[in-house]
């Protein structure tokens, strides 16, 4: 099973400067990979916090992905948080560092030294003119927090993940929740392997009341509990008709 | 110290259906009250692991707020999972449920009936004519996912964060990460209450390369560390101008 956690190392994020555009955009490249994720985590720029989510993402999910904190100054803490949630020491990389050394030349100092730290026996997807490496370690994939370095960084390591394709459909129905749960309790005993969602819309544009989801790696699977949910709807008061078959 | 932290219950955000509104939205209007968010954490809606992120939340923080997952279906477990994180009950809550008498009459059935069930013990802020109660208990607030609703039950409750205001300043240079981080470090020790922000950025568009950052409950504080730095910039090369000294 494809699984996976995302953390989010950003005191710019709880404290509002910046709303997170890495998580979602992630969520979504995973889903249409197929990768189903089972936690995002935001937390703050601490090691011992970072440490934490990284167990607790490793432990419910087969691959992690962290955002931001990678970097040369004092709030970069998340080579050091990697290393120490998998028992390593955080060494220099010797290639990382000779192309530091050719691009900076006397104006390596140590803080620009520190972008050649990495996990001892990380791998390490790099090239030439890129502005970071992508670090992986024990299924940890480490990407940078700036939104364009994110997708620049995933877009290098993303056919790792490619997996069983992950099947989606949804009806949406003019009635109300309360009308209906009776009915997908039925459903959900019936396809205990699809997960089922009930998704009330309550402001006034919207043209239908709740939308119904049905997921699940097996296209016949997911297709038969829609079925089932549809064949019910019979039964249902006549506002219960359809709006929308198929999203 | 006035502190939140925010569970989003929801496997339509870790499936892509839609983005989250909520966390963000927040974030921002608990900032505003002077409350510092320490997680953000989205979790699928199953109760041990949202029992696990309250858990988490409160060792963590004063407050803590839920998004998601209430209503009359068979995916609404944040009640379940508050009242066992308390080790509460849960029972039906006698004003909700005659209104909901009132409202529904002969339409009242058992999955309408869970929307008056309150883990034992808490408070409700409700009033007639709201789509649903705010349920609070031990500091945790249970907030509905549509934004809309979420909103308005806020909205209900946000006097009772009111706090010491957070205050924030920034400064935005043309100098990299790597020519300021050993000044920064300067700051950071002698400014150890003011947590201090470096966030780079590489897009083209970038009128500066380095936002830095200084937020704190004392506005003095958060200033003198802002002052120290721009004094260190003098000895800084050139190009190390401030672009824009206050934000």
């Known amino acids: 099973m494809s699984t996976a956690a995302i953390v989010i190392i950003g005191n710019e994020i709880l404290s509002a400067k910046i709303a997170d555009e890495n998580g979602p955009w992630l969520t979504r490249e995973l889903r249409a990979l ?20 990284l167990h607790r993402a490793k432990s419910q999910a087969k691959w992690a992905f962290t955002s931001g ?8 803490v998340t080579i050091a948080a990697v290393a120490q949630a998998f028992g390593r020491k955080v060494v220099p990389e010797r290639r990382i560092l000779g192309m530091l050394e050719a691009h900076y030349g006397d104006r390596l100092n140590a803080a620009r030294r520190r972008l050649a730290d990495v996990p001892e026996g ?3 997807d790099w ?3 890129s502005w970071f490496p992508v670090i992986s370690l024990e299924g940890v994939a480490v990407l940078p927090g700036p939104p364009l370095l994110f997708k620049e960084g995933f877009g290098r390591i993303r056919d790792r993940y490619r997996s069983a394709p992950l099947f989606g459909r949804a009806v949406y129905l003019a009635l109300g929740e309360g009308e209906i749960a009776e009915h997908l309790d039925a459903a959900v ?7 089922i969602g009930s998704y009330p819309r309550f402001d006034p544009g919207a043209d239908y009341r709740v939308k119904i989801t049905f997921d699940g790696r097996a296209e016949a699977d997911v297709t038969a509990a829609l079925a089932f949910v549809r064949a019910l709807r019979h039964g249902l008061t006549e506002r219960g ?7």
Chains 1, 2 share one sequence.
Do not use: N, S, Y
Not at 36 to 41: D, G
């Open 241 to 247: 008709h359809v709006l929308r078959p198929f999203a």
């Open 122 to 124: 990380a791998h390490i």
């Open 34 to 53: 197929g990768v189903e994720v089972r936690r995002i985590e935001t937390v703050p720029d601490e090691i011992p916090l970072i440490v934490d989510a």
């Open 127 to 129: 090239h030439e003119g």
């Open 69 to 76: 904190g990678i970097g040369p100054t004092h709030d970069d």
């Open 189 to 195: 005993a019936k396809h205990p392997q699809v997960p």
